[in-house]
């Protein structure tokens, strides 16, 4: 029976049970319930028939996709009672059409995204790409002569990444370190350590699996070193335990602290640059730079990292710091980019003399791709206005200034004085459409600038994403239909 008072309200509900005709609502409560182990199983066993009849891999019922429709379905369920999956699951052809509504339903998307069809040369590509986007087009490469060779009519940049691991592998080459044997033989102990216990199964008495180093992946001595610097102490325990404590009783500890600590700064960087989900990287290629030069340079006082320090701080000038007279130079893009995030507006890491190279950058660039308010595609014009009695004097009205009429000039020194409202949570590209009419120019090129990447990384996780969408059993899908996809993968929360 049910019972109701000022004390117990309406909880015999919960304890209430009755039959459910066919069709009826039930009644869901948001608390979650322990799901018993009888249905667990089930789950799993059903999860082992999907992956099998669908040759699906075993990963993809732990998707955030997939988990989001299972949760979704569970939730409808909740809602409306039991039904039959296959009166709510859409048709291919539909998720198709869903697919390109969201894609260009957004209002930030402004043309189509479109991706290098393989079946053409590079060359008529790169014909293509410049008739469709004009000279506003900046490739961003690693230092191959082949890349360099076939872009050298055109605006490219270093993929500061790439000059990072360059930057190390010169610093760490044999006539390098050969000036430096405790370093070297810290390298070579530490590395001979993790072969041994990648091959004798010791791997597994370890929280965290010990990483090697291999040439080709940037950042790897720092990742080899610090796996075994993180686990220092268990990794002495398990060879105490296996009579085999010499392989770590040899390594210095406080040497492994000192390297690990001289590599981790270009282990962030690298991270910073080659992400493309906080802010816009280009910003973040010169000050990075300068604080790469800055710590290399402290360290070449201590004498274990002197030689190495060294290196570091010539390749650096060297890749990263030199400049040029034109404002398309590799790092003129990258020092205007830095100028454009407002929170580092004043570049305070370069000199009098280098900020006022960057502002007249920042003109000659607005004044060579015609930067403009406007021809700004995305400002919607002003509704006319409907006249009024006052019109009639119109000729002794109070002009007001028009934020587009401003120039330059007053629209840069507005910007480096104005008080700062940036949260760290605000998006920078967010930032500056707020503030498009005050500074239009500005805004235009910072659309512009901020939207290069610091390195090919992005690109090339697009490359390998492609590579899972365009399996044989997706052979005929359209290069739309993928970039739809990249999109939509990439923008997606």
């Known amino acids: 029976s049910l019972s109701s008072n000022h004390k117990t309200g309406t909880s015999g509900l919960r304890r209430h049970s009755c039959p459910i005709t066919k069709g009826q609502t039930k009644l869901a409560f948001t608390k979650s319930l322990l799901v018993p182990e009888k249905f667990k199983k089930e789950t799993r066993d059903k999860c082992v028939q999907f992956v099998c009849q669908d040759i699906r891999p075993y990963?993809?019922?732990?998707?955030?996709?997939?988990?989001?429709?299972?949760?979704?379905?569970?939730?409808?369920?909740?809602?409306?009672?039991?039904?039959?999956?296959?009166?709510?699951?859409?048709?291919?052809?539909?998720?198709?059409?869903?697919?390109?509504?969201?894609?260009?339903?957004?209002?930030?998307?402004?043309?189509?995204?479109?991706?290098?069809?393989?079946?053409?040369?590079?060359?008529?590509?790169?014909?293509?790409?410049?008739?469709?986007?004009?000279?506003?087009?900046?490739?961003?490469?690693?230092?191959?002569?082949?890349?360099?060779?076939?872009?050298?009519?055109?605006?490219?940049?270093?993929?500061?990444?790439?000059?990072?691991?360059v930057t190390l592998s010169s610093a760490f080459g044999t006539a390098i370190i050969e000036k430096s044997p405790e370093i070297a033989s810290l390298l070579t102990d530490v590395k001979k350590l993790v072969t041994?216990?990648?091959?004798?199964?010791?791997?597994?008495?370890?929280?965290?699996?010990?990483?090697?180093?291999?040439?080709?992946?940037?950042?790897?001595?720092?990742?080899?070193?610090?796996?075994?610097?993180?686990?220092?102490?268990?990794?002495?325990?398990?060879?105490?335990?296996?009579?085999?404590?010499?392989?770590?009783?040899?390594?210095?500890?406080?040497?492994?602290?000192?390297?690990?600590?001289?590599?981790?700064?270009?282990?962030?960087?690298?991270?910073?640059?080659?992400?493309?989900?906080?802010?816009?990287?280009?910003?973040?290629?010169?000050?990075?730079?300068?604080?790469?030069?800055?710590?290399?340079?402290?360290?070449?006082?201590?004498?274990l990292l002197s030689e190495i320090a060294t290196v570091c701080v010539t390749r650096l000038k060297e890749l990263l710091s030199a400049d040029s007279t034109s404002s398309h130079s590799v790092h003129m893009l990258y020092k205007i980019a830095t100028f454009l995030t407002p929170n580092l507006r004043g570049l305070r890491m370069l000199d009098e003399r280098g900020r006022q190279n960057v502002i007249q950058g920042v003109k000659e660039m607005i004044e060579d791709l015609k930067f403009d308010h406007a021809h700004d595609e995305d400002v919607e014009p002003t509704p006319a206005k409907r006249p009024t009695?006052?019109?009639?004097?119109?000729?002794?009205?109070?002009?007001?200034?028009?934020?587009?009429?401003?120039?330059?000039?007053?629209?840069?020194?507005?910007?480096?004085?104005?008080?700062?409202?940036?949260?760290?949570?605000?998006?920078?590209?967010?930032?500056?459409?707020?503030?498009?009419?005050?500074?239009p120019a500005l805004s235009n090129l910072a659309r512009f600038v901020l939207c290069i990447p610091a390195t090919s990384a992005p690109s090339e996780r697009a490359f390998s994403l492609c590579g899972r969408i365009l399996e044989e059993r997706r052979s005929v899908l359209k290069p739309s239909s993928v970039s739809d996809i990249l999109f939509l993968h990439g923008n997606l929360k």
């Open 59 to 165: 990963d993809t019922i732990s998707g955030k996709g997939f988990t989001q429709l299972a949760q979704h379905l569970v939730d409808t369920a909740a809602r409306i009672g039991k039904f039959d999956v296959c009166e709510i699951l859409p048709h291919p052809t539909t998720v198709l059409d869903a697919l390109l509504q969201q894609t260009y339903g957004q209002k930030h998307i402004e043309k189509r995204p479109f991706c290098l069809q393989p079946s053409i040369t590079l060359m008529s590509n790169l014909s293509y790409i410049q008739e469709y986007m004009g000279k506003k087009i900046i490739f961003v490469t690693d230092r191959g002569a082949n890349m360099i060779s076939a872009l050298r009519e055109y605006t490219r940049l270093n993929c500061t990444a790439h000059i990072l691991n």
């Open 389 to 439: 009695v006052l019109h009639k004097f119109s000729d002794w009205e109070e002009e007001e200034e028009s934020c587009g009429s401003k120039s330059l000039d007053v629209q840069i020194q507005e910007y480096r004085t104005m008080k700062l409202e940036l949260s760290s949570q605000q998006n920078i590209l967010q930032w500056w459409n707020s503030n498009s009419s005050q500074f």
């Open 196 to 303: 041994y216990f990648k091959h004798s199964g010791q791997q597994g008495k370890l929280k965290k699996s010990l990483k090697q180093s291999i040439e080709t992946r940037w950042n790897s001595n720092f990742d080899m070193l610090n796996s075994v610097l993180e686990q220092y102490e268990d990794i002495a325990s398990v060879l105490t335990e296996s009579n085999n404590y010499d392989k770590i009783g040899r390594i210095s500890i406080s040497t492994l602290k000192l390297l690990v600590s001289f590599l981790k700064p270009f282990k962030e960087a690298t991270d910073d640059l080659e992400t493309d989900n906080t802010a816009p990287s280009a910003s973040l290629v010169l000050p990075w730079s300068v604080r790469l030069i800055e710590h290399c340079t402290s360290a070449t006082k201590d004498p």
